[in-house]
């Protein structure tokens, strides 16, 4: 293996493991992410930790402050309900463009997503929200606007961190299952419908832990 191709690898490393931390709360919005402590941590060199940290930073998971350093990335409740809206306005038209055109070879890609639920651990649910931003992006590719899909995508990366909030592994796949059946049969008004439940249950259970339970650690107030 040659050194590039090493340092490759270390920054994956070292980018799925703060991705995985920050998503499921272990590093807590505001915190400062010190490159000499990550460094440490990973027992590795400056530059794969800091091309990490900017993977993370065009994810929308990092805010980098220049001359001051990295942060874990805070959001406000506006920008929350924001990029709920966002992601609706997206889904709904991809779902629908979707349902006129999917192949069969994209349905069977959709179909095997999902590798079944295996509990409530930190490993299950990260998998979990990898794999429901792979179907929704696999579907919204499948409307044949490649900026779409990528527009969906990055509203995933950014929501990421809430969408485990959702608690939904257990239920994710039968959600799931309810679009890929509508598709299939290119019904046009039960796939927005489909679509739409998944969005509104999403929201709902999103917005309702944040406002109850977890506003002071998300820092969701009107302004940063």
Same mark, same amino acid.
């Given at each position: ?92 038209? !991809?779902?629908?463009? !979707?349902? $006129? ?39 919204? $590719? ?17 929501? !990421? ?9 257990? $239920? ?50 009107? !302004?940063?």
């Amino acid at each position: 293996m040659t050194t590039t191709d090493r340092d490759q690898t270390v920054k994956n490393r070292i980018y799925s493991k703060l991705k995985a931390e920050i998503i499921l709360g272990h590093r807590s919005p505001g915190q400062r992410l010190t490159i000499n402590d990550l460094t440490k941590e990973a027992g590795t060199s400056i530059t794969p930790v800091r091309d990490a940290l900017q993977m993370l930073g065009q994810e929308g998971l990092v805010t980098i402050k220049p001359r001051a350093g990295y942060y874990v990335s805070r959001i406000t409740l506006k920008e929350l309900r924001d990029l709920l809206d966002m992601r609706g306005i997206l889904e709904v038209a !991809a779902v629908e463009r !979707a349902a $006129k055109v999917i192949t069969e070879d994209q349905l069977e890609e959709l179909k095997h997503v999902h590798a079944g639920y295996t509990g409530d651990d930190d490993q299950a649910y990260t998998r979990y929200t990898e794999e429901n931003q792979r179907f929704h992006y696999l579907l919204a $590719k499948a409307s044949g606007n490649q900026e779409l899909a990528e527009a969906v995508g990055r509203i995933h990366e950014r929501l !990421a961190r809430f969408m485990v909030m959702r608690q939904a592994g257990k $239920k994710l796949q039968s959600i799931h299952d309810i679009l890929i059946d509508r598709l299939s049969v290119r019904d046009i008004t039960g796939a927005k419908k489909a679509m739409v439940e998944e969005l509104r249950n999403s929201r709902t259970a999103i917005l309702e832990k944040i406002v109850q339970e977890e506003a002071g650690h998300w820092h969701v107030g009107t !302004a940063k």
